[in-house]
């Protein structure tokens, strides 16, 4: 009865924030509706100057499919290489393609003109992207028939068919909905009651520890439930997506992460005085957690003694098992040893949180 009444203390708290109740459904709207038309790997709009030495009809064809293609921003034919060159000092260009004098003479003889691509690698993703996308359009212009022999490989794609970007994102954006939502809230729960004084009233009460951590926890674990349907939704109504897998691993999925991520909360706000004070410690630890997860870049890419930190993640095992399941629509023993994981990192943490709560009586 004691769990009951301490629930409903919670529910009334939340209930009565003016903010709190509008950022809990507002949040997963805006991030699901506008980051995957914006977290996006795929480099466009890549500014292209030409300097065409050649001025023949294949050096102008080769001009026209630089043009036409959708990565890049045609910012027109310059008369030398050293004036492309200023245009890219000046952050009016990226990349340079420049045509040799010999280029259809070249072509007519069978041989292989050496076309010049110098790219501005200040921005190396957008510099490195940019010219393997004009290298391709490139090849399939001064070697016809390696294009040729290219058209004639198939290649079978078995999951995200259409390679759309939002499909990959959409799950890893779940998992920062849950990390902010589940983590901070919890956080500054506790660390508000201290400031106000009102956890003073449970400090000297013969409510065990446990009851009230888990008291804590359990309208967190709600509002988890509550944000992964908005987002499931949103996904569907907005841009189609369903998921390939079970929705129910996707919603257990979700319950780990919020396990641990409330329980760490709880940690931080027991150790916290101020609100300040938790907020800084809590976001030093997630964006940690977050870069060194495998959202946006593959773990494998790390250094070796960076990737070692994966096996302690949460946040890895959740976004691996995750995509497992929405992309690929992996069953429960797909993704066991990920949740194995969680539950074990996730019960480590609220044995933790209830450890680090101290009372006064």
């Given at each position: 009865?004691t ?11 939340i209930?009565?924030?003016a ?15 506008v980051m995957?038309?914006?977290m996006?790997m ?46 890219i ?6 990349v ?19 076309v010049?691509i110098?790219?501005n690698a200040?921005?190396g ?7 393997a ?7 399939r ?24 970007y939002?499909?990959f ?9 849950m990390m902010?939502?589940t ?7 506790i ?5 106000t ?6 400090n000297?009460?013969p ?36 998921p ?15 396990l641990?991520?409330?329980?760490f ?42 990737y070692?930190?994966t ?16 992309i ?6 797909d ?6 994981a ?9 044995f933790?949180a ?8």
């Amino acid at each position: 009865m004691t769990l009951k009444y301490l629930l409903q203390k919670e529910f009334l708290q939340i209930r009565r924030n003016a903010f709190l109740p509008k950022l809990i459904g507002a949040f997963p709207i805006v991030i699901m509706c506008v980051m995957p038309w914006v977290m996006s790997m795929e480099v466009k709009n890549i500014r292209v100057s030409v300097v065409d030495n050649d001025r023949s009809t294949l050096s102008q064809q080769l001009v026209h499919s630089i043009e036409a293609s959708r990565y890049f921003i045609f910012s027109g034919q310059k008369p030398s290489y050293r004036a492309a060159l200023t245009e890219i000092e000046q952050g009016k260009a990226d990349v340079v393609v420049v045509v040799p004098p010999d280029f259809s003479k070249d072509r007519v003889k069978g041989r292989q003109p050496q076309v010049l691509i110098a790219a501005n690698a200040v921005n190396g993703t957008k510099g490195s992207m940019g010219s393997a996308y004009l290298s391709q359009i490139v090849t399939r212009s001064v070697a016809p028939t390696g294009a040729d022999i290219q058209s004639g490989i198939s290649i079978l794609t078995l999951y995200n068919k259409h390679q759309n970007y939002k499909l990959f994102m959409i799950p890893a954006l779940l998992a920062i909905v849950m990390m902010l939502m589940t983590g901070f809230l919890p956080t500054l729960n506790i660390v508000g009651e201290k400031e106000t004084g009102t956890i003073e009233q449970i400090n000297v009460s013969p409510v065990p520890k446990w009851v009230f951590i888990l008291s804590k926890l359990i309208p967190y674990w709600l509002i988890a439930l509550f944000v992964v349907t908005v987002c499931l939704v949103l996904a569907w109504a907005v841009y189609g997506l369903k998921p390939a897998g079970s929705v129910w691993l996707i919603y257990l999925l979700a319950m780990l992460l919020a396990l641990f991520f409330s329980s760490f909360g709880l940690i931080i706000s027991n150790y916290s005085d101020t609100m300040q004070q938790a907020v800084f410690v809590m976001w030093f630890f997630v964006v940690c957690i977050l870069l060194l997860s495998g959202l946006f870049t593959p773990t494998r890419s790390m250094p070796a003694w960076a990737y070692l930190t994966t096996y302690v993640n949460p946040m890895h095992y959740f976004i691996d098992a995750i995509r497992t399941v929405f992309i690929r629509g992996g069953g429960f023993h797909d993704i066991a040893h990920q949740v194995y994981a969680l539950f074990g990192i996730g019960l480590l943490m609220a044995f933790g949180a209830v450890k680090s709560y101290k009372k006064n009586n």
